[in-house]
C-alpha cells in the first residue's frame, strides 16, 4: 500500500468516526437538550471531551487531505 493509500484510509477511518459522533450527539441533543453553554463550558460527562476529540480529528482529517494533495495549510 503505498504512502497515499495510507493518509486516504486514515482520513476516511476519522470521518467515519466523525459521523458515528455526529449521530450520537444528535441522540443525545434530542434526549437531554443542549445549550450553549452545556456545549462549550461542561466539565463532565459525554460533552465534555466531545468536542475536543471531534475537534482533533477535524483538524487531522484537514491536515490529512493537504498531505494527500501536497499542499499546506498555512
Known amino acids: 500500500m503505498s504512502d497515499i493509500e495510507a493518509l486516504k484510509?486514515?482520513?476516511q477511518a476519522l470521518i467515519d468516526k466523525m459521523l458515528v459522533m455526529q449521530k450520537q450527539f444528535i441522540e443525545y441533543e434530542h434526549q437531554h437538550g443542549v445549550s450553549g453553554k452545556d456545549y462549550w463550558a461542561s466539565g463532565d460527562g459525554f460533552l465534555s471531551s466531545y468536542r475536543q476529540e471531534y475537534m482533533d480529528m477535524a483538524n487531522r482529517v484537514?491536515?490529512?487531505?493537504?498531505q494527500i494533495v501536497g499542499s499546506s495549510r498555512l
Open 9 to 11: 484510509q486514515e482520513k
Open 62 to 66: 484537514v491536515d490529512l487531505a493537504h
